[in-house]
């Protein structure tokens, strides 16, 4: 008998270019697990507006980053990719879980601390509650494993936290998700300020790569990505740039850490950051060739995520309709 395959999800907000951390802490490792897993992609378009969009540069951005899945080697074959808001599960489920989530626990999320110091004009009840509509995209598929990267543990530990919980007083209604974060490029930091993450809203765009980025803009940028004046390429206090360059050689070309310190012991800055260049050129080229093919080809595209979202509608509906009988809906 076929073995039947555990459930991967994951999801990216539209809300900025994809960069090169959010592939190589996410995407990347998507497309290495889709043979062993039943996989379901998202465009977390609901999680997006928490923060104010312009309307038709998300509808944009929306698209390019369902194209961008694909360019990335994911197979539709195989895997669901949709949006969002085409399933409305998402939304259904994130209320019921909104009242077995506790204000306390909202309010030690960093994230939430983080955005609304960056966004203080704007604090919402959505940004407030972000995590819980991140839990129920989780817990509607039965979802055994989510590859992130570190910034989304702790969203993931309350995911668990809440699925454990509903379960405690219904008895067993979702499975509990395993969180994936991989050894290498979980944390790509900024190119400008080495101890802050790599972030599609950084407003400097030197922080960060885009992952359709042309490659004499990649080169420049990793030209002048922040470093130290100490001048050896190894790991240590002070040496975040460095390390960080280091973490992106490795996960670009799947060269150990160990070996890129010691194959570049006593050479200098100059010639490691031109290899790290040509690294990230050489692994975002292919994915920018088929971006641009997939980016002619709407209605394949929209073929894809309408398809997906059926699917996905379909299987979110078997949990929701669990739920709603658990807490005491009536039947429709
Ligand atoms: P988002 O859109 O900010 O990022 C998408 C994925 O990229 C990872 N990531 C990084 N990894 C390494 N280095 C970085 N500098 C870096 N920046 C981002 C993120 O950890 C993430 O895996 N809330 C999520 C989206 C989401 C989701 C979900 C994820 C919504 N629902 C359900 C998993 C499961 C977010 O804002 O990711």
Same mark, same amino acid.
């Given at each position: 008998?076929?073995?039947?395959? =555990? ?52 509808? /944009?951005?929306?698209? $390019?980053? @369902?194209?961008? #899945? ?12 949709? #949006? ?6 998402? +939304? ?13 626990? @909202? ?6 601390? &983080? ?45 668990? &936290? ?9 008895? $067993?209604? #979702? =499975? ?19 101890? =802050? =993450?790599?972030?599609?809203? &950084?407003?400097?765009? /030197? ?7 042309? +490659? ?22 002070? /040496? ?56 002619? &080809? /709407? ?15 379909? @299987? ?17």
């Amino acid at each position: 008998m076929e073995e039947v395959k =555990k459930i991967l999800y994951s999801a990216v907000q539209p809300s900025g270019c994809v960069t090169l951390g959010n592939y190589l802490g996410a995407i990347k490792n998507w497309v290495d697990l889709q043979e062993s897993y039943n996989c379901m992609y998202c465009v977390a378009d609901l999680h997006s507006i928490t923060v104010r969009q312009t309307p038709a540069d998300l509808r /944009k951005r929306s698209v $390019e980053l @369902l194209s961008l #899945f694909l360019a990335c080697g994911l197979d539709p074959e195989k895997n669901i990719m949709y #949006f969002q808001s085409h399933v409305p599960a998402h +939304a259904e489920l994130a209320w019921i879980l909104n009242c077995y989530t506790y204000m306390g626990e @909202l309010s030690r999320m960093t994230q939430f601390k &983080d955005k609304s110091q960056r966004h203080a004009d704007n604090i919402n009840a959505g940004l407030f509650t972000y995590p819980v509509l991140m839990a129920a995209d989780i817990l509607l598929y039965q979802t055994d494993l989510v590859p992130v990267g570190v910034d989304q543990k702790q969203h993931l530990e309350l995911a668990r &936290d809440i699925a454990a919980r509903f379960n405690g007083i219904y008895s $067993e209604t #979702f =499975k509990i998700p395993e969180p994936y974060i991989a050894k290498v490029g979980a944390k790509i930091m900024s190119l400008t300020e080495p101890t =802050k =993450k790599m972030s599609k809203s &950084d407003p400097n765009p /030197k922080g960060f790569i885009s992952v359709v980025e042309d +490659a004499d803009s990649i080169a420049k940028k990793i030209k002048s990505a922040v470093t130290d004046s100490e001048g050896s390429i190894r790991r240590g206090e002070g /040496k975040e740039g460095i390390e960080n360059l280091m973490s992106i050689l490795s996960a670009t070309s799947g060269e150990s850490i160990e070996s890129i310190e010691s194959r570049f012991a006593g050479k200098g800055y100059g010639e490691f950051k031109a290899e790290v260049a040509e690294a990230v050129v050489e692994c975002l080229r292919p994915i920018k060739e088929k971006y641009d093919q997939y980016m002619q &080809d /709407k209605a394949y595209v929209e073929k894809v995520y309408t398809e997906g979202a059926q699917h996905a509608q379909y @299987l979110a509906r078997r949990t929701l309709d669990k739920v709603y009988r658990k807490v005491g809906f009536v039947k429709r």
